[in-house]
């Protein structure tokens, strides 16, 4: 069936006396959504309202549960294939060629053509969102050829302008490479090169940032600004960081429990919040700088019941005066073969980590940052030998431990232990947290049974859980209470060391604070050392003692907290120093300095061995390495 004007002329002139503004490209009145589960009705979005005009960008801003995403999924008519049901209500659209359609009376042949074509999305997970099955190049021409009626040379043709248009290198090789080829920020970029294809009225970034680095990050954000003004195009911005909003958005509309409970213009919502949920969230807020003059960790202020901030952050120096390091890493090398060709050789390698050392003090928190593929990860791995290392030392409490093997091992792992990014894929869904937590104990013959389940208990209790939570599932936990049990089951053996590996990187921003505080709580109750793996930059200048920011496998500066934020020698430092997005919209316009292209491969063919630039102190426990970075040092 053909979608003819007539046809979209008709299911306007079926609403009656609706007029829009000019302008107007989505109009919200009063939207309801509820979601009916066992006989449970869950009101997820109550009596929205809103309205977004051509050119414009609107950032729908709250935490987890809010109701963002589920208000994104009933304008693409999405919500009731996850079980939702818009009960109240209108969503009017205006289409780029000017016919305006009622949303929710809309059918769904009639929301297939327009998805995609006037009414995009741009996802959280890139991964999720292409199919692994079939190169990029021919998802997006896909969509051209559905949607624009091109034959199949013409829509690659279009395929490759567009893939060039969001400013991916060498856009011609990428066409015909399948997504898990590409970085997390070249699939984010298809994705980008995919909702634009039709070059629709409105499209909807649902939290596309999320997990990206910071670099990789203020490049998307930077991209569908431009493409926006070249397209005079409305957008939806979906996020929980204020820092995104103050960088994108001309008007903010803040949710709360699925109400709105303040909309604005972003200067007023940054300058002028009235409302204290809103309030909160700009308190909550992570800023860079924030530490200046403060040598030592310190707390994030949290909020009470009325959202008004309680100041606990007075810094701690846990790390003792006459204390040797507890773990030493020198010279620490892990590459991973690839194979190819008809015998299966090893023909190239990815050299993850190349001579990488450094130490960690008991009480200590040191931060390995970089972007995704530098290698910190892989660090933090090689150390509990979870990935195997080619050349190097680690030296724990004075003991070798690089070549330990079963028992010995084990024994380490009781004082070295690990909390994962993901939460809910750390934990086992057919174990309740209870026995997770317990597991360890019984596992190293810590203790009987009846006391592992009083240490349960007690480990609840201190990451602020309850003792009967000991009982439930981790799919009946938010994410910020899953993170919270992965680090009591970090804590059941009383370890000396924990890698955090990105612990934080996907929560709130206020579920974020609460993490890191219980972290530098329980150091100081504890001693415990942290190796803290992130590349969020803000949070790094909250709770490390120290830092080394990674690149390539290498590392390229470490020392002090203060000195390499405040003082940073190298300029790859500085680069993701600029790339931080701050929550100040006066100061969007900014000079920036970007990576504008991809972080070379780190594959090598075999015998091609790369060069390890030397570390130069250049102040007290302050080494930078001596080479150039993007033909400046």
């Known amino acids: 069936m053909s979608f003819t004007q007539d046809h979209y002329a008709s299911l306007s002139s079926s609403v009656p006396g609706l007029v829009l503004p000019e302008k107007r490209v989505v109009e919200v009145r009063n939207l309801s959504v509820y979601f009916e589960q066992q006989g449970l009705r869950v009101d997820a979005v109550r009596n929205l309202t809103f309205s977004v005009d051509r050119g414009e960008t609107l950032a729908i801003v709250g935490e987890s549960g809010s109701g963002k995403s589920v208000t994104s999924l009933a304008l693409m008519r999405l919500v009731e294939h996850a079980g939702g049901v818009i009960h109240q ?61 091109m034959n199949r040379q013409a829509a690659r043709a279009e395929t490759l302008r567009m893939l060039d248009l969001v400013r991916i290198p060498e856009a011609r090789n990428v066409l015909d490479r399948y997504p898990h080829q590409l970085s ?40 569908i600004r431009v493409l926006q003004r070249e397209m005079d195009m409305a957008v939806i911005f979906i996020t929980h960081d204020m820092g995104v909003v103050a960088e994108v958005a001309e008007r903010v509309l803040v949710m709360h429990r699925g109400e709105s409970v303040e909309a604005g213009s972003v200067g007023q919502i940054f300058t002028a919040s009235q409302h204290r949920y809103t309030q909160g969230l700009l308190a909550a807020v992570p800023a860079l700088g924030s530490m200046r003059g403060q040598p030592f960790p310190a707390k994030f202020p949290l909020l009470n019941q009325d959202m008004l901030p309680i ?64 290698g910190k990860s892989t660090t933090g791995r090689a150390l509990l030998q979870l990935v195997e290392s080619q050349k190097g030392n680690i030296i724990f409490n004075g003991q070798r431990i690089h070549q330990l093997k ?53 480990l609840l209790s201190r990451v602020g859980l309850e003792p ?13 209470q899953r993170q919270r049990v992965c680090i009591a089951r970090a804590l059941a053996l009383n370890p000396k060391v924990v890698i955090a590996d990105e612990a934080v990187s996907a929560l709130d921003v206020s579920i974020q604070a609460q993490i890191i505080n219980l972290m530098l709580e329980l150091q ?33 500066e470490i020392g002090p907290r203060q000195d390499v934020f405040e003082r940073p020698r190298h300029p790859y430092t500085r680069k993701l120093m600029s790339a931080v997005p701050i929550a100040d919209p006066s100061r969007r316009q900014r000079e920036q ?41």
């Open 89 to 149: 209500g209108d969503m009017f659209f205006r289409r780029r060629d000017g016919h305006v359609l009622d949303l929710r009376g809309a059918r769904q042949r009639v929301m297939r053509r327009l998805r995609g074509a006037d009414l995009a999305m741009i996802f959280q997970e890139p991964m999720t969102s292409l199919n692994p099955v079939f190169p990029v190049g021919e998802q997006i021409a896909e969509s051209i050829r559905l949607h624009q009626g």
């Open 184 to 223: 997390g920020g070249m699939r984010q970029r298809v994705m980008i090169a995919m909702a634009l294809s039709c070059k629709p009225s409105l499209l909807i970034a649902d939290e596309p940032t999320t997990a990206l680095d910071v670099t990789i990050q203020a490049q998307i954000l930077q991209l």
């Open 311 to 374: 100041v606990d952050s007075a810094p701690q120096d846990t790390v003792p005066a006459q204390a040797g390091p507890i773990l030493q890493v020198s010279n620490l090398v892990t590459r991973f073969p690839i194979r190819s060709g008809l015998l299966n050789r090893v023909t190239r390698q990815v050299h993850a980590v190349e001579n990488v050392s450094f130490d960690l003090w008991p009480g200590e928190t040191l931060s390995l940052v970089g972007e995704s593929g530098c």
């Open 406 to 458: 079963g028992s010995a091992l084990q024994r380490l792992r009781r004082d070295i232990q690990l909390i994962f990014q993901d939460p809910y894929a750390s934990l086992d869904p057919r174990l309740t947290v209870g026995f997770s937590i317990m597991e360890p104990l019984l596992v190293h013959n810590i203790c009987r049974r009846q006391e592992a389940e009083k240490r349960v208990e007690w």
């Open 468 to 480: 009967e939570h000991a009982r439930r599932y981790p799919h009946e936990f938010s994410g910020g």
């Open 524 to 556: 100081r109750e504890f001693g415990i050392a942290f190796l803290f793996i992130s590349h969020d930059m803000a949070v790094v200048e909250r709770i490390s003692h120290r830092v080394a920011v990674m690149y390539m496998g290498q590392i390229v």
């Open 593 to 633: 300095v970007l990576l504008v292209d991809e972080i070379p491969s780190p594959i090598r063919v075999i015998g091609d061995e790369p060069t390890t630039a030397p570390l130069v102190q250049v102040g007290e426990r302050h080494f930078v390495a001596h080479h150039p970075i993007a033909g400046a040092y």
